[in-house]
């Protein structure tokens, strides 16, 4: 798969790497970044960027840890001032939130399962997301600099969090039982509403909170 424009397709429109499949795509002022597996290169999914006037992209992440079937860089997303990149990556042996300079310098991770206390079910599975959500995924900036994340708390379940932009001061915003989880994430412009997915395993519907501050 390649990354292009519609409604028409335009050779100057396609951003394409050869047999890759590109996901994931996020504006990043004038840069556009996005995951991609390259089988020629790795197998897995790393983070890249593209000037979107045009060029070949850029490797951003070299992802050599994780856990059994989660080894990867993904959903990457940009501040609001285009400086930082924050993603999900394996690296340090769950999955976590990092954030990274355009060119990919400065990698940090912000996230740590320490953090979360999971608890005693998810502290030994090595089998990946499911059914041990004890990782934070699908980063999203709001205009204020704070970061929305989903994390697992428990077996089968996570919950929206956020957290200042060097990972300080990390508040849980949702809060729900037995297997209803939230997930993926976004801040209204002005910081006064948040948009996630929410549900079971099996049934996925779209929640609004409204914020009692700006975010």
Known sequence: RDLH???????????????????????????LVFAAVVPAV?????????????????????????????????????????DQITFSWTQSGSTEIWKMNLDGSGKTQLTSPQERSPGALCANYQGGMSPCYDDCNAPSWAASGRIAMFC???????????????????????????????DGP???LDGLHLAFMHGDPSTQEIGRASCRERV
């Open 5 to 31: 424009s519609f409604p028409t397709r335009r050779s100057s429109d396609l951003i394409a790497l050869a047999d890759a499949s590109l996901l994931q795509p996020a504006f990043c002022g004038t840069s």
């Open 42 to 82: 790795h197998a897995n999914l790393e983070v890249y960027r593209v000037d979107l006037a045009g060029g070949t992209p850029t490797r951003l992440t070299t992802t050599t840890a994780g856990r059994p079937n989660d080894v990867w860089a993904q959903l990457p997303a940009c501040d609001a001032t285009y």
């Open 152 to 182: 697992g708390i428990e077996q089968q379940r996570g919950e929206i969090f956020t957290m200042d932009a060097d990972g300080a001061n990390q508040m849980q915003l949702t809060l729900d039982a037995g297997l209803l989880t939230n």
């Open 186 to 188: 976004t801040f209204s």
